[in-house]
């Protein structure tokens, strides 16, 4: 553990977790009651529960749960160390490292550290230095005043070949350091030298707001249009989306993402007031792009330049991913445009009819893939079916493959049931489904039986410690589900010391705990059903179940002894038989 116990918690108990949680998603509040809609999978009803005075949120959908630490730890793809920093920064608690730690310093930290630096000092030399005139001209030429280049740290790159290494060594970062951060290489005299030079910088932030790299244009000479930084320990672009963590917010709000191609798109619509446009950072997008927009919306529309490159772009982008539970979909600008050009040309509306009439990427991969045929031909059009069937069979629902088959067979004008058996061909099943089809049924769809609902209630009763309960000393060996006996045992050993009617404090004993037994606990304390009144007749029921169970296994074990002849041991079993039905009897009597 990185940090002391006691600013760890002081952390937990500053943090309002229905803050935290309303800023990724959307929050519902109903009398004590706290929902929200989870981020982690798709859905329009909120299924998330959230205590604010345990600080604990379960989703009954998914199955995520855990404490304030854990939800930034799985929307910000962070470890429990960087985890309470963020949240520490947030509730402006200063941290105290434990002795160890303060040994050696996080190289996550010092990576940071040194491109915090570049950025300051590439914004300044833009802003103030004599040889950024050229680079502050390109930028009012685009219409960026000072404001933009503020708020997007915008910045230049000199061109004297170790400007930035000398500013860094000055500000006392290790040479290792400025490599490893990729800010600086080394020639092969082993002299150190800026990786970027005479170019326009952007910087790129994680989704946190920690800068981890750059997006470099050159403003003049021989070169790449763009340079990159190259991939370190911070800088992983296929995890990354420029401006991400200036649009997350206006994301969930709006419940919509544009993707674009450039950084110069991204800032663009910012300025028009599409605040919600990322990019991706020299790379394709991929499903880990997706994976990371799906935290913030379910809907996300790919805009790119309305040539033969752009719409290549995207269907790159479906290449790479399977659309799934994302809404997915496409907004097409007119020919030789991109979104910078339509913004600098003033049609904003027609820049938001884009996004309104997008179309979703399936429709548009398979009318690009049908377009390629001269549907005059019979031999053509068997083509088109089967370029569309192909297109089709990505997807990982059924009943939108079919969907898509009858619209396949109307825009080639082949019978639908050629088309649908191209389908199931293409997806590796002629019969149905086919491998390629994801079919993600959910766990434990069948129905509770009686022993397991009395089980659950039994350790909703626990977690509530409620006056009772300990006088009937129930057994963990009565569980039939080993799970809810771990469970049982872990709350058991909490809530022992305590007075009876105080119940443990949740959020110390399950937040940071991925186990089943702890998952399984978050979920039933955030069960808003009231718990029942008599918590001596759940244990009995319990207990019946137990007795019930060790009656059948008996009795079969009676049964098998007699058939293999082995009568005197059979009538050994008997006694504890008989015994255990009295049992019965007696735990049934007050129904």
Known sequence: MAYRRDDIERVRVATDLVDLVSEVTKVKRSGRSVMAVCPFHQEKTPSMSIDPARGLYHCFGCGKGGDVFRFVQETQAVDFSDAVELLARRSGIALQRDPEAAKRRSRREALVEATEAAVRFYHERLRTAPDG???RRYLRGRGYDAGVVEHFGLGYSPVPGDALVAHLRDAGIREEVMVAAGLAMRNRAGRLYDRFRGRLMFPIFDVRGDPVGFGARLLDGDG???????????????????????????????????????????????????AVAVATCGTALGEEHLDLLRRFSEKVVLMFDGDEAGIGASLRGFERSVPGNLDLRVAVLPAGTDPADVVAGGDLDGLRQAVVESVPLLQFALDRAVERHDLREPEARGRAVRAAADVIARHPDPVVRHEYAVYAARRTGVDVDVVLPAVRAAAGDPGGGGPKARRDRPEGTTKPSGDELAERELLRLALANVPGLRAAEVDPAWFADEEHAAAYRRVLAVVEPLDEGTPPDLGALLGDDDSPEAALLRELALDPRPIAADAAEVARRVHRGSVDREIDGLQRRIDELERSGRGDEASEEVGRLIALKRLRIELRRDE
């Open 133 to 135: 005139a050229g680079a």
């Open 224 to 274: 790449p249009k763009y340079l990159n930084s190259p991939e370190t320990a911070l800088y992983r672009k296929s995890f990354l989306l420029y401006g991400l963590n200036w649009a997350k917010s206006e994301i969930v709000r709006s419940n919509l993402a544009v993707v674009v191609e450039g950084y110069t798109d991204v800032i663009a619509l910012h300025q028009a007031g599409l």
